[in-house]
């Protein structure tokens, strides 16, 4: 759950103490993989760049298991996400709303197509992955300073333990004498889950050096088969509660252990709740057993499925399809422009929030 619809589901008074109970829980409750790095806007360009990020662009769910509350808008803004912050202007906005729409409509028959809408969500996630490509290059840069083109488990060990605050010569001194590293218990989880990654990440043979390509697929599960599918174990792992490596409907739609502990933060949740109930029964369980196996989890959550995309491009359409045409005319994309780009066009003051 995001700041934004806590604050717009309370009246400012109130909220503010919920907003700091809710957060306060919200961070315990979290999965311990990844857990203490997660951060939406992290303070440290540092902690950014080497380690693996909590939230993906253009990928459905979280590492923590939360859905991706922006993904519709990643895949239809591609790289081009930040242009449209909350503080454009409307009319730069209105204007650039238009381009989009042109490109969209490849054949110019002045409407959108799900056939159209879909290639352009492979364009648009083919777009996140290129620059996470080139943001990786930078990263593997800042592990690797001698340039031989690959990294120990010891080394990106010091760089991370470094990036907390930890004195980097005195830990690589201690590493190289086998010495004890006395890390909280905390950080030692997570330095753990990253072993554990790293060594996944590692293709054969298996020499723990990991190279550009490898490095990438350390920080970017989604695009490599093999960390897609361990992804989705660490996933799985983190919310079945029977150990059966499947996901009930109650498995995935109860909060992460320790959270909800009063009706009060029940109450607050409902909307969540609702949320993945209709993902779980929609889409994730694609042949509707009421059981998501671990393979429904890894095709709802591979970005290049285009039958995915196909889905998600009707599902944006029958969002703004006013007329029910089953394709999207300029008219309705610039009326839902919020739902679209997260921002708002002045002539255009129409809350679609209410409904979706
Ligand atoms: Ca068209
Ligand atoms: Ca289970
Ligand atoms: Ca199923
Ligand atoms: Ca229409």
Sequence with gaps: ?????????????????????????????????????????????????????????????????????DFHQEVFLGKDMEEFDEDSEPRKNRKKLIEIFSKVDTNVDRSISAKEMQRWIMEKTEEHFQQAVKENKISFHAIDPDGDGHVTWDEYRVKFLASKGFDEKEVAEKIKRNEDLKVDEE?????????????????PPADQLLNEDEFLSFLHPEHSRGMLKYMVKEIVRDLDQDGNKKLTLSEFISLPMGTAENQEAQDIDDDWVRERKKEFEEVIDANHD?????????EYMDPMNEYNALNEAKQMIAVADENQNHT?????????????????????????????
């Excluded at 700091?20 to 360009?45: C, E, T, W």
């Excluded at 009421?290 to 890894?298: A, P």
């Design 1 to 69: 759950m995001t700041l934004r619809r806590i604050w717009s589901k309370w009246p400012n008074s109130i909220s503010l103490v919920l907003v700091v109970l809710f957060f306060a829980m919200d961070i315990q409750a979290r999965p311990a993989n990844m857990s203490a790095n997660r951060d939406k806007k992290p303070n440290s360009k540092e902690d950014n760049e080497i380690l693996p990020p909590d939230h993906l662009n253009g990928v459905k769910l979280e590492m923590d298991g939360h859905l991706n509350k």
């Design 187 to 203: 950080t030692q989880e997570v330095l753990e889950s990253l072993k554990d990654r790293w060594f996944q990440a590692d293709n």
């Design 290 to 298: 009421g059981i998501v196996t671990m393979e429904e989890l890894e």
């Design 328 to 356: 999207l005319e300029l008219e309705e994309i610039l009326r839902y422009s919020e739902y679209f780009t997260g921002s708002k066009l002045m002539d255009y003051a129409r809350n679609v929030h209410e409904e979706f």
